[in-house]
């Protein structure tokens, strides 16, 4: 038995089948490449769902935490600590907003954006206690609390873990007739991704977005837009909703906000929203640590140069180019995405999507599928021009083109 193949059945013999990872095992990483434990290479082309938008071992990155792990990595909230505030006020500024709420997971942060609009419900809009309502859409992913899944419509993500919560009213994603049916006087919030990553990269139809935000106006509701995976630029835009010139009331952030280094979240709105909260009615023991503010803070300060903003805006120009000239040749059905995101329907006659991660991950290149026929790219944002095209060759290779 091989190294790997040890390796793995060790994992599998002590963890939970809660995941079907493709059979690797990564030993080390270094931009936009990881290295098994035999020694080969892979071209990574997922980033860790965009927590990797900064590359593996991004040595800014590395360097703040290590500064920081020196001198404190933990107090929790029951004390003040020296990077908290520029933390807070420099992702506030980011958003254009006032306010943040730090967490950790983004599933965290999506639990916190519920919470804090069923309380702004009841206190600033004055919704009948227990009736608050927050409209979602179809086919999202925003993480896997029993909360979160009870508005999941993947079977997958539900199935035996009821009762679910009740609170949610789910519409077709891209609907406005659906949205605008589905608000009453109790609703008092819009959760949506602004580009649905888990759902095949799905982009909603063009004026969709800045008409939710105008509905949203209209009816006095939140406009929650979930930016975990679109945001922080990997789409082109520090956040994907400015592509359609929408400012959301609230953000909900993560992944990329850690740097790949540590797990960093945050809800993101106005003094007036997130101001309803009181002490002891929220709160996480390691949200806003300071090892998780000090990366923060770099990652914050690299978003403020636009670099990396304009380099997916750029690669992801030539790689939309790049997938789109495969809808011709049959072998793939349709192409969608913006910036260095893009999900793939691979024709069903030449495989599922997991076998063609499979046969790519056999070529050095790794990815991920999603409903059975979709595969998804999305690769760190430091990625070079030549190595995006060697991974893009050896899907044409795996596809036969």
């Known amino acids: 038995m091989s190294t790997i193949d040890s390796l793995i059945a060790a994992a599998e013999a002590h963890s939970a089948p809660t995941y079907h990872p493709l059979p690797v095992v990564v030993a080390t990483a270094d931009g936009a490449w990881m290295t098994d434990v035999e020694g080969r290479r892979y071209l990574d082309l997922l980033a860790g769902y965009s927590a990797l938008n900064f590359g593996h071992g991004n040595r800014r990155l590395l360097d703040a935490a290590r500064a920081q792990m020196e001198r404190v990595t933990l107090t929790s909230r029951a004390f003040h600590h020296d990077r908290f505030a520029d933390f807070c006020a420099q992702l506030a500024e980011l958003c254009g907003m006032e306010m943040v709420v730090p967490m950790n997971t983004g599933a965290e942060a999506v639990e916190t954006a519920v919470k804090t609009a069923r309380k702004w419900g009841y206190r600033v809009k004055g919704v009948p206690a227990e009736m608050a309502k927050i409209v979602v859409a ?69 004026g969709y977005l800045p008409a939710v935000r105008e509905l949203t106006r209209e009816r006095n509701v939140l406009f929650v837009a979930d930016e975990i995976q679109s945001g922080l630029g990997r789409t082109g835009r520090t956040f994907a909703c400015e592509h359609e010139g929408v400012v959301p009331d609230v953000y909900v952030l993560g992944k990329a906000l850690g740097g790949g280094i540590v797990p960093v979240s945050a809800v993101v709105s106005s003094a007036e929203v997130l101001g309803v909260f009181r002490p002891g009615e929220h709160g996480s023991t390691f949200g806003g640590n300071p090892l998780a503010c000090a990366v923060a803070l770099e990652v914050m300060a690299m978003l403020r140069s636009g670099e990396y903003q304009a380099r997916a805006a750029e690669l992801g120009e030539h790689l939309h180019r790049e997938l789109g000239a495969l809808t011709g040749t049959g072998r793939v059905s349709e192409v969608r995405g913006r910036g260095l995101w893009a999900g793939v329907d691979i024709h069903p006659r030449y495989g599922t999507g997991r076998e063609i991660c499979e046969k790519l991950m056999d070529r050095g290149v790794l990815v991920k599928d999603t409903h059975r026929s979709t595969i998804r790219i999305a690769p760190p944002l430091v990625i070079t021009k030549e190595d995006l095209d060697w991974g893009l060759a050896q899907l044409r290779g795996v596809l036969g083109i």
């Open 138 to 206: 179809a086919n999202n992913f925003h993480g896997r609390t029993t909360t979160i899944i009870s508005f999941s419509t993947d079977p997958e993500a539900r199935a035996d873990f009821g009762p679910y919560t009740p609170g949610f009213e789910i519409v077709p994603y891209g609907d406005l007739t659906a949205m605008r049916s589905a608000m009453t006087e109790n609703t008092v919030a819009v959760l949506l991704e602004p580009i649905q990553g888990e759902a095949g990269v799905l982009v909603p139809p063009a």
